[in-house]
């Protein structure tokens, strides 16, 4: 069973990504696991204030809000309450960890940045958007993304921007412009998607901008996730971060590649 963490807080964001984490659970089948913080330094003030009951009081207030909301919802969930940083320590590849700040990292289990939606496919959209190019990293984002794809009913639109071969036509269409090592990575991502029984069709342009052009195709194609990774030499600055800084679709990042 698959786990869907998230960070409990108190400002807009970590609302919305509670409520997006529940409903993720929920649709998954999953687990949820909703994680807090200690504040060394402020829980040890409170208590020398004569509040030495702290922890439980703010075990019981996070637990009374989560079930509150799951109730709302009717996601039929029971939450596991765990204290601690998600990003560190969640070490389960199949897991996802729901946060923004946690997708411009490289954590183990996969995260999501939700761009303020409250849940895939709020806005209408079925497909899931998955750029590939000649790196090993688009199988990665696959291998995560085609099983969260078909537990949801979604079908893949497989992206990609080539340079143009100026040995070819000027008509000649975009596929042909396509290297043999990006023929292949689409190759794999289809008998993944294939055998996983996950629907796709494929979106090919020759343009040199890769994070607009996934963002602006995703966007035109109405997509509800972008699907992405990072290869493992591959640090700030990579396609991921710019796909991130421009994107208002929710995007997966896999986790820790090593690739």
């Known amino acids: ?81 765990c204290n601690g940083d998600p990003l560190r320590a969640v070490r389960d590849p199949d897991s996802i960890v729901i946060g923004t700040d946690d997708a411009k990292g490289r954590p183990v289990a996969a995260a999501i940045a939700t761009m303020g939606e409250p849940a895939i496919g709020a806005r209408g959209g079925g497909e899931v958007c998955l750029p590939f190019a000649n790196g090993e990293s688009a199988l990665h984002a696959a291998s995560a993304a085609i099983p969260i794809a078909a537990k949801l009913g979604m079908s893949l639109l497989l992206y990609h921007a080539t340079w143009r071969d100026d040995g070819l036509p000027t008509d000649a269409p975009p596929a042909r412009h396509m290297t ?22 494929v979106i090919v342009e020759t343009a040199t901008a890769i994070a607009e052009g996934t963002v602006r195709t995703a966007l035109n194609e109405h997509c509800a996730l972008i699907a992405l990774a990072r290869g493992r030499h591959v640090g700030r600055g990579s396609y991921v971060d710019q796909v991130l800084e421009r994107s208002v679709i929710p995007v997966l990042v896999a986790g820790r590649s090593s690739l």
Do not use: C, Q
């Open 1 to 81: 069973m698959r786990g869907v963490h998230v960070r409990y807080g108190f400002s807009p964001r970590s609302h919305e990504e509670l409520v997006f984490a529940i409903d993720l659970a929920h649709r998954l089948s999953g687990r949820l696991f909703v994680w807090t913080e200690t504040d060394l330094d402020a829980r040890a003030l409170i208590k020398s204030l004569g509040s030495p009951n702290l922890a439980e009081r703010e075990h019981a207030h996070v637990s009374d809000r989560v079930r509150m909301l799951i109730g709302r919802m009717e996601a039929g969930l029971t939450p596991r309450f």
């Open 180 to 201: 043999a090592e990006a023929s292949a990575v689409f190759d794999g991502i289809v008998e993944l998607a294939n055998g996983a029984g996950v629907k796709h069709r």
